[in-house]
């Protein structure tokens, strides 16, 4: 299962890359301080997953802690992304519905 998200984790971060979201210099550190869901607040929703969930799961995956349960992720970056062209944001809701299924899957079973 691990590897299984670890793999998703990269297939996004490509997806990110190919598509020219993915950003060589960080957010403020207050964007960081949001208490928001997904720092709606303070990060565009790109921000958030490269920024927060990206290095977040791999954190969890190097440290063993259970995968996180209940993720309801893609509806969120559907609706930020919405203006986006769909095939662009389809190449990145696929692999975050797949670490959904994998997180709540594992914790089904736990």
């Known amino acids: 299962m ?3 998200t670890k ?3 990269q297939q996004l971060q490509k997806a990110m890359e190919e598509l020219a979201l ?7 550190a207050a964007a960081f301080d949001s208490v928001e869901p997904f720092c709606i607040d303070t990060m565009n929703a790109h921000e958030w ?3 927060v969930f990206i290095p977040r799961m791999y ?3 190097e440290s063993n802690e259970p995968l996180p349960h209940k993720m309801a992720i893609v509806p969120y970056i559907e609706e930020a992304l919405k203006e986006k ?3 662009e944001v389809q190449r990145l809701i696929e692999p975050l519905k797949a670490i959904e299924e994998i997180c709540n899957a594992q ?3 736990a």
Request: overall charge negative; cysteine-free.
């Open 2 to 4: 691990r590897e299984q």
């Open 7 to 9: 793999y998703q984790l």
């Open 22 to 28: 993915w950003q060589a210099v960080a957010p403020e």
């Open 49 to 51: 997953l490269q920024w």
């Open 59 to 61: 954190a969890i995956i």
């Open 85 to 87: 062209d769909i095939v």
């Open 107 to 109: 914790n089904d079973r």
